[in-house]
């Protein structure tokens, strides 16, 4: 039978458990956050240190408050309220050259997305699935679904990568609304059918609307 330590050899003991425990949960990363106004509506943007991490549509009321919480999740503290030209902190380069990017596109340029990305908020197969969507399907360019499942090695998953589309936590920058079903369709889209539709118009995919 063990004794069970007592007084300062308990204290001790309990001291050494919470460093143990403390080491083994992740470290929180500071993030900051911005609403930027685009053509296409109100786009949330989160930054860490390391990279842009999230993209959000429709970025009004609650959307914006379920979206900071999901953040906060995934980086162990929430983001910080970020508007140019307050002082940097942690992830406030990246959301800087994020707003300028996004600007240049809706402007009509061709050039791709330069800022650096944080996959925090994703992860496994669908992180596969869209860094090679990134780096692999241009502007004014798409790709099916299968397609997509083949370049990752996965063939029989091209309904996993639909699936992969609709969580991107980066839509826009990494560009989802690219991504179509193999038929041609449009498919589905986190930010509505109009918005797709009206990125791929942007980009020359679609033509522009009659009226």
């Known amino acids: 039978m063990t004794d069970t330590p007592v007084g300062p050899v308990a204290e001790a003991v309990e001291a050494a458990e919470a460093v143990e425990a403390a080491a083994a949960e992740p470290p929180a990363r500071a993030a900051v956050w911005t609403v930027h106004a685009a053509p296409i509506g109100p786009l949330l943007l989160v930054a860490t240190r390391e990279g842009l991490a999230h993209v959000v549509f429709h970025a009004e009321g609650r959307t914006v408050g379920r979206a900071l919480a999901r953040a906060a999740a995934v980086l162990g503290a929430p983001p910080l309220p970020w508007e140019p030209p307050a ?3 942690d992830g406030a380069g990246h959301l800087r050259t994020a707003v300028a990017e996004l600007e240049r596109y809706f402007a ?3 050039e791709p997305f330069s800022v650096p990305l944080d996959w925090s908020l994703t992860g496994g197969f669908h992180e596969r699935v869209l860094r090679e969507l990134a780096a692999g399907v241009p502007y004014g360019h798409t790709v099916g679904y299968q397609d997509l499942a083949v370049r990752v090695g996965e063939p029989g998953a091209a309904r996993a990568v639909g699936v992969a589309m609709g969580a991107n936590p980066l839509p826009v920058v990494v560009p ?4 179509l079903e193999s038929s041609g369709a449009l498919g589905g889209f986190g930010g509505g059918r109009g918005t797709k539709q009206a990125l791929l118009t942007l980009e020359g995919i679609l033509p522009e609307p009659l009226f």
């Open 108 to 110: 009509g340029a061709r």
């Open 176 to 179: 989802c609304h690219r991504a």
């Open 87 to 89: 002082a940097e902190a």
